[in-house]
């Protein structure tokens, strides 16, 4: 009868767990300020990722984080080498086609990922900086660009706050294989 009994809780475990593990990584991300808000850009080439606001009266700012994984579109061998490959990759012409780098950029690590940060202003007269982070894993990018009206460093904070909590990071590690 025991054996029995734990059969058929494990069989009801695996089932569940699928569909729980499921609807953790559609739920939204909350906590810390940040809600989640619908993709604002055209479809491109790539698959739409998570999207994200911060109020002013939890960030200091009004800010908005973007995320979304670029499969098979990384070097195999070396990752994100420099900062010219995270102004080609980080989607800050999604935001405004006129942007220019503050700085060299820096090495950071998103999950288990390691890449790149570089700050951008946004030369559209709308006086907002920007963050764009790409890291990888073998052959694969994720892709995050944070911005708003905040100072770049303080945008990046921020933001790599918010990508360090459970609900991104589950949601990354799932994006990055194939979803």
Known sequence: MAQRMAMIAAVVLGLATPAAISAYVAAPARGEGWQDI???????GWPPGRAYRCAAASCGAEM???????????????G????????????????????????????????????R?????????????????AVSRKCDLMVAVVQGRAGAAELQS?????LASQPADVWMKWAMTGG
């Open 117 to 133: 940060a570089r700050h951008y202003d946004l030369a559209d007269g709308t006086r907002r900086q920007a963050v764009g982070m």
């Open 64 to 78: 908005e984080l973007y995320i979304r994984p670029k499969i098979g579109f990384c070097n195999c061998d070396s």
């Open 158 to 162: 921020r933001a790599l706050h918010h």
């Open 80 to 115: 994100v080498a420099d900062d010219d490959e995270v102004d080609r990759v980080a989607d800050l012409d999604l935001i405004s086609p006129r942007f220019r780098p503050l700085q060299h950029g820096d090495v950071v690590r998103i999950a288990d990922m390691p890449g």
């Open 38 to 44: 619908a993709w604002p850009f055209p479809r491109d």
